[in-house]
């Protein structure tokens, strides 16, 4: 049973269209992180946050944004989806007290933009 | 810097069969490292991890994996494959200890043949 909840899990959606991917969390986790899986498989980290009011980005170049206002709450949001952000999205957790920590997945969004 | 490499982006096995996943990381401090599964439309589920200390690591499935420093390895094996193991498999490690974010490598499809 999932601790971390994404929703929505498939949404399709024009170009030009303003979206936020939701993503919380119910286990008190510090960290949370938006990794973009590609068709192919490979994760790639696109945002990470500490603790509320903090967020960095990651790796990979992306054109989403992200906040964190509540520990609990980590949205992803795009203001102008093109076909190039086709892709799923995966939001993690973890406990930053300790360094060994894995991460906690939800079960993805899968973006279709047309 | 770390990175991670499998090698195989494909491995089809008979049930019954022994399974063999590679992973090779780089890392300039000693890294923790971890083995992730990913089921159809799912996020990705903690098979093991290796901190410190014994080398071999039992997960959960019937999976376990050895940490091989000189060879900078971490192959993931299972006796016997079962038709439920068919699924992607990720290895990750984390030996960034300011960011915390694991980086994984680019996955493994596992075929489970009857």
């Known amino acids: 049973e999932a601790d971390i909840y994404q929703t929505p899990r498939y949404l399709v959606i024009g170009t030009g269209k303003k979206i936020t991917l939701e993503c919380s969390q119910t286990?008190?986790?510090?960290?949370m992180y938006w990794y973009q899986q590609d068709p192919g498989m490979e994760l790639h980290l696109i945002h990470y946050s500490y603790g509320v009011n903090s967020t960095e980005k990651g790796d990979l170049s992306s054109e989403s944004t992200v906040s964190r206002i509540r520990t609990e709450h980590f949205p992803l949001t795009l203001e102008s989806a093109r076909p190039s952000h086709t892709s799923q999205y995966l939001c993690?957790?973890?406990?930053?007290?300790?360094?060994?920590?894995?991460?906690?997945f939800g079960n993805g969004t899968r973006l279709t933009v047309t | 810097a770390q990175s991670v490499t499998q090698l195989g982006s494909h491995v089809s096995v008979s049930e019954g069969a022994l399974v063999l996943l590679r992973c090779n990381y780089s890392?300039?401090?000693?890294?923790?490292l971890f083995w992730y599964v990913q089921y159809p439309n799912q996020g990705l589920q903690l098979l093991l991890k290796?901190?410190?200390?014994?080398?071999l690591v039992k997960g959960i499935n019937g999976f376990e994996a050895e940490f091989k420093k000189s060879e900078t390895s971490f192959h993931l094996t299972k006796p016997s494959a079962h038709m439920s193991d068919a699924a992607e498999y990720f290895c990750?490690?984390?030996?960034?200890?300011?960011?915390?974010?694991?980086?994984f490598g680019s996955g493994t499809r596992l075929q489970v043949q009857p």
């Open positions: 290796y901190t410190t200390g014994a080398t």
């Open positions: 890392s300039s401090v000693p890294p923790y």
């Open positions: 286990m008190g986790h510090d960290k």
């Open positions: 990750a490690v984390n030996a960034d200890t300011g960011r915390r974010a694991l980086t």
């Open positions: 993690a957790s973890s406990d930053l007290s300790s360094y060994n920590s894995p991460l906690h």
